[in-house]
């Protein structure tokens, strides 16, 4: 008889315990609402990015010889009127002409300057960033790998720090201002095409991009292994440049479409075939003219 009701108590417990892990069964399924608090049910929504205006009212340029013209239209001088960025010759149609028509002129500002490295860009920026410009071009970095030797190149950590401190330079002072971001060109495709020119290679001597460019004609092994030395820094240079942007939520990289482009000899200088000529100012604003505007 005791066996008896110990054994009913036995199954009374049991069943207990089933529908009690029965009903908490249930609860987790649908969601668990009588004990999970309403917070730990949400997560934080991302910001948004804002959307990219393709048709900004203004233009600043920043960076170094490339946009200021330099060795388009006399030797070892700068002509800003050519520049992709914001010049006003007809045959180049630069991207500010491009983008804001005859308002161009009042509208936009270059502050780049022949020889700048990335170093020199904050400072740059400081003064385009007092515009508060629709859009700010960035081309620089070739002159952190243009150096005497090899040896001398801005390391990638120094020149990531340097870009790091341009952007929020900028952010500080204009942080709506949109960013379009050049790759540097390709300077050891600039020295193949250019060696193929004998005043070229004379202008070369005075002392351009010597890390690059000295020894034209040497083919050796260890002439070889320096050009190779400056072409994997500009590689880590445009990594940076794509890295630094992406995390800009107002920056577009061109995606290494001027490290891509393959100048010919009628896109560069006559005088040192290393810089731009006016139709490879043009080819360039081409290029950023295509990436301002681009969809998404």
Not at 64 to 88: H, N, Y
């Amino acid at each position: 008889m005791q066996d008896s009701r110990r054994s009913r108590r036995v199954r009374t417990t049991a069943a207990l315990f089933a529908a009690g892990a029965l009903a908490l069964t249930a609860g987790c399924q649908s969601g668990g609402h009588a004990t999970a608090s309403p917070s730990a049910s949400r997560k934080p929504s991302p910001s948004p990015s804002p959307a990219w205006n393709r048709s900004p009212k203004s233009v600043a340029a920043v960076g170094d010889s490339i946009t200021r013209g330099f060795d388009a239209c006399t030797v070892l001088a700068d002509c800003p009127e050519v520049s992709w960025a914001t010049g006003s010759d007809a045959q180049v149609d630069s991207l500010a002409v491009r983008l804001l028509g005859p308002a161009a002129p009042a509208n936009s500002w270059n502050y780049a300057k022949t020889g700048a490295r990335m170093a020199d860009l904050p400072a740059q920026m400081d003064r385009a960033a007092a515009q508060h410009p629709g859009l700010v071009t960035v081309m620089a970095g070739a002159n952190d790998a243009c150096r005497e030797d090899v040896s001398d190149m801005t390391p990638v950590n120094t020149f990531r720090t340097e870009f790091e401190a341009s952007l929020r330079q900028l952010r500080a002072v204009s942080p709506k201002s949109q960013v379009y971001v050049s790759s540097v060109p390709d300077l050891k495709r600039l020295w193949s095409t250019g060696r193929g020119s004998a005043l070229g290679k004379q202008i070369w001597k005075l002392g351009i991009c010597q890390s690059m460019l000295a020894d034209a004609d040497d083919l050796g092994a260890v002439a070889a292994e320096r050009r190779t030395a400056v072409y994997d820094r500009v590689v880590s240079y445009n990594k940076v440049l794509k890295d630094v942007c992406a995390k800009d939520r107002a920056c577009r990289y061109d995606g290494g479409a001027v490290f891509d482009y393959a100048f010919d000899g009628d896109q560069l200088s006559p005088w040192d075939w290393f810089h731009p000529s006016r139709n490879g100012q043009g080819r360039l604003a081409e290029i950023a003219y295509r990436k301002v505007t681009a969809a998404g």
